[in-house]
């Protein structure tokens, strides 16, 4: 690998560990590539190259891990847990939970059962993936 595409990818593990780190915060494109240093654009496009989603996407995927694990581990409500990983309405929320998930967050919560099982294997089952895959 190129001296130049490592440190591109250095880029990219910062803004996604930023990502990951505040998922719950507003975050943008022009915001993640100062992170990386990059233009938007540059950003835009060298994300998905490397990671094959965009970055408005991974951020939602991940917003949408956090709030599967509080719909099966808390009893808030699912209109608090929407604000709660970042959503800014509940509609959204609820259309991108069912777009990847593929069923609602009140559906999913109601056909979740907490099990004992190690935490590696209900990350590796529970891992929300696209409902097209």
Not at 57 to 82: G, H, K, N, P
Request: proline share 6%; net charge positive.
């Amino acid at each position: 690998m190129s001296r130049t595409a490592e440190e591109s990818n250095r880029r990219m593990l910062r803004a996604r560990d930023a990502m990951d780190r505040a998922y719950a915060q507003p975050l943008d494109v022009p915001a993640l590539a100062r992170i990386a240093h990059v233009s938007p654009a540059h950003f835009a496009r060298t994300f998905r190259a490397t990671f094959g989603e965009t970055p408005h996407r991974y951020l939602q995927r991940r917003r949408v891990e956090r709030a599967m694990f509080l719909l099966r581990e808390t009893d808030r409500s699912v209109t608090d847990i929407c604000f709660a990983v970042g959503f800014a309405s509940p509609g959204t929320f609820s259309r991108t939970f069912r777009d990847i998930v593929g069923r609602s967050p009140r559906t999913y919560r109601g056909q979740t059962a907490t099990i004992a099982v190690p935490t590696c294997f209900t990350k590796a089952w529970t891992r929300p993936r696209d409902a097209a895959d």
